[in-house]
């Protein structure tokens, strides 16, 4: 009855603002602290915060909800988008993990942000916006079309980094336009991204920087499904439809060539290495991992007991799988307890392989176990970086794990 009770005088409380929207109860922990869910932000607080609100004396602060994270490949830039319910915008920040302030920085965009990538120093971000967004359980009409936009990180007048714009490119009009994803190679001077067109159809497009800095169109404009992922590998682009199918593409005489067979059944997480275009991963099920290694003119996926198949079977619950930018590594999270019903914390470990090691190199083998215990916040996205160090972001932390190397 309390939790009905606070609900409703904070809703009462937010909701005369006119500035936060709906505020829903979502979790009532064990230690009495209380999750609320408030237009699109959450926060936790215990009992006695809850109070100090209600009774004016302190002010509420959320955190934003992000919709989604990109990481540089050498794990110093970290950057993630949302909706930012003061500003009635949606944002890009972006963090500096190089030291330990993590310096923030933020772009706010008035169309929907719907995708965004970094470059492999993380120096250049690219970011694709749409015609429709979501603001809390509403859908807004955004008449920009969708826009595809470049910005590189240079250094201030005050001597502090900062995003400069580059260029954009059009994508659409009205309500076509809406860009599914984005991918930028290591080096940030090849980008692509899928766009919506009228239908069900879309198109994915690939641009590069030239000498002297010009931008132009590399190659033809694709055809695909509408809600197309791509990934952009020095010059070799993947495309995975929302049928899950997965065609890789060359560019020969300034046209994309398909390459290799199409791959089947490929699950919606494509695993790019974006310094090896003849790997590509798939994380498809909750308790394996696919990948496919190209030997022209094909894609070759086989069985486990085949040299040629890299597959990957625990008996616990994958949250997620990073693959190193080589490909010769891949992470597993792994929930141990997840069908444990006594258990309502979940405890995570982190299972690195290596094809680098032993004499099979068609197969990844098991290097070693990583106890990452019980992490603050759900789980968005990890990384394995160039140095081999791992992070795993969750909705609250960044958690950095350093590779060290012992000498006998």
């Known amino acids: ?44 607080f215990s009992v006695d915060e809850i109070l100090a609100i209600l009774r004016n004396d302190e002010e509420l602060v959320l955190r934003p909800v992000a919709n989604g994270y990109a990481m540089s490949s050498d794990g110093s830039t970290l950057a993630l988008f949302g909706f930012d319910i003061m500003a009635g915008m949606d944002f890009v920040d972006t963090y500096d993990l190089t030291n330990s302030s993590a310096t923030k ?34 859908i807004i009409a955004f008449e920009a079309g969708g826009l595809f936009l470049i910005y590189r990180l240079e250094t201030g007048p005050k001597g502090q980094d900062e995003w400069l714009f580059e260029v954009d490119v059009k994508t659409g009009g009205g309500t076509t336009g809406a860009i599914s994803s984005v991918s ?3 080096d940030g001077n090849v980008v692509a991204f899928a766009a919506s067109a009228a239908g069900a159809s879309g198109f994915v497009s ?22 197309a992922t791509v990934g952009i590998v020095d010059s070799r682009l993947f ?68 040299v040629y198949y890299d597959h990957i079977s625990t008996g616990g619950y994958i949250i997620d799988v990073a693959m190193s930018p080589d490909g010769g ?32 190199i068609y ?17 968005k996205m990890t990384q394995l970086t160039t140095s081999g160090d791992f992070l795993v972001v969750t909705s609250s932390d960044v958690n950095i794990y350093r590779r060290t190397s012992c000498q006998m």
Request: proline share 2%; glycine share 10%; no cysteine.
């Open 206 to 227: 690939a641009y590069t920087f030239i000498e002297g800095g010009a931008f132009i169109l590399l190659g033809n404009t694709l055809r695909h499904d509408r809600g």
């Open 329 to 360: 590594e891949i992470m597993l999270v792994e929930a141990t307890n997840y069908n444990d019903p006594n258990q309502r914390t979940l405890i995570y470990t982190g299972k690195l392989y290596s094809r680098r090691a032993g004499d099979n």
């Open 1 to 44: 009855e309390l939790l009905y009770i606070i609900r409703d005088v904070l809703f009462n409380t937010l909701s005369a603002s006119g500035s936060f929207g709906e505020v829903r109860i979502t979790q009532l922990l064990d230690e009495g602290d209380l999750t609320l869910f408030i237009g699109t932000s959450y926060e936790t």
């Open 184 to 186: 930028i190679s290591y």
């Open 363 to 379: 197969a990844y083998t098991f290097i070693q176990e990583i106890p990452l215990g019980e992490l603050n916040g759900i789980i």
């Open 239 to 306: 495309v995975a439809d929302s049928d899950s199918i997965v065609r890789s593409y060359d560019l020969v005489d300034n046209a994309w060539k398909q390459v290799g067979q199409r791959i089947n059944n490929y699950g919606a997480s494509m695993l790019i290495a974006p310094l090896n275009n003849a790997v590509l991963g798939a994380f498809a099920a909750h308790d394996s991992v696919d990948v496919n290694e190209y030997q022209d003119p094909y894609w070759l996926p086989v069985d486990t007991n085949s």
């Open 105 to 138: 920085q933020r772009l706010l965009f008035s169309d929907a942000v719907l995708a965004i990538a970094l470059s492999g120093n993380g120096q250049r971000l690219v970011v694709g916006t749409g015609s429709t967004g979501s603001m809390g359980d509403a």
